[in-house]
């Protein structure tokens, strides 16, 4: 039997991606406001902590922020020998893809491995965050809103918390757009 697409059930994947307002996610190996958003890193960690809950980086995103604790933690690799203390290596995007089926599974970055999931995604949390940056080196593709629904969830003005505003928003890929 065949299902309407409007209600196949998802795979449990979803996007969470920090951008400037001109699609920048990072310079010189960090995030271009480093840990200047706490308010971000808050919401952050809520979203994707927890039992149940697992996170996917490239092995470039965990050389700079490491392990994440109180979630399992999925590196990417290309490198066979390549040691992560308590964290999982997977050399190919099949194994995620597999543990969606049971699992609420969170693609964390960097720009590759966002590329190689974003086919395999229907949901994309994204912090906007109100800078434009000049001298960045990773991107996020700009998200089309004729393919995208937007539900705003959250906004913050700069204060001592948050070195920018921002406002987080989440995307869902229009129904009859899935896959
Ligand atoms: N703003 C945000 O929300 C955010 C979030 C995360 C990261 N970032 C930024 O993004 C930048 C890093 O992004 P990046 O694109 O350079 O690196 P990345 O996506 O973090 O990691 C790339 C690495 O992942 C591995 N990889 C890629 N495709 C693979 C595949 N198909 N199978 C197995 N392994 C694969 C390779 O590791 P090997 O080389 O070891 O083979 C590759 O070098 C940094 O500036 C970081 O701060 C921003």
């Known amino acids: 039997m ?9 795979q449990n994947i979803s996007i969470v991606v920090a951008v400037s307002d001109n699609w920048v996610i990072g310079k010189n190996g960090d995030m271009p406001w480093g840990r200047g958003l706490k308010d971000d890193l808050k919401n952050f960690r809520i979203t994707t902590s927890g039992a149940g809950k697992i ?3 490239g092995r470039k ?10 979630r399992e933690n999925i590196i990417l690799t290309n490198q066979k020998g390549f040691k ?20 609420d599974v969170y693609i964390i970055g960097g720009s590759e491995i966002y590329n190689l999931f974003l086919p395999h995604t ?3 949390i994204v912090t ?16 089309p809103p004729e393919e995208w629904h937007a539900t705003p969830l959250f906004s913050f003005e ?3 918390r948050n070195i920018f505003s921002f406002d987080i928003i989440q995307y869902r890929r229009k129904p009859e757009l899935r896959t």
Request: hydrophobic share 40%; net charge negative; proline share 6%.
């Open 84 to 103: 992560a203390p308590q964290c999982r290596v997977a050399h190919h995007k099949n194994y995620v893809l597999a543990l969606s089926e049971a699992y």
């Open 61 to 70: 995103t965990y050389d700079v922020v490491g392990r994440l604790k109180d």
């Open 128 to 143: 906007h965050v109100h800078t434009e940056v000049t001298d960045g080196d990773a991107f996020f593709p700009e998200i």
């Open 2 to 10: 065949t299902l309407p697409n409007e209600i196949l059930p998802l």
């Open 55 to 57: 996170v996917v980086m």
């Open 158 to 160: 700069q204060s001592e």
């Open 122 to 124: 229907d949901r994309i």
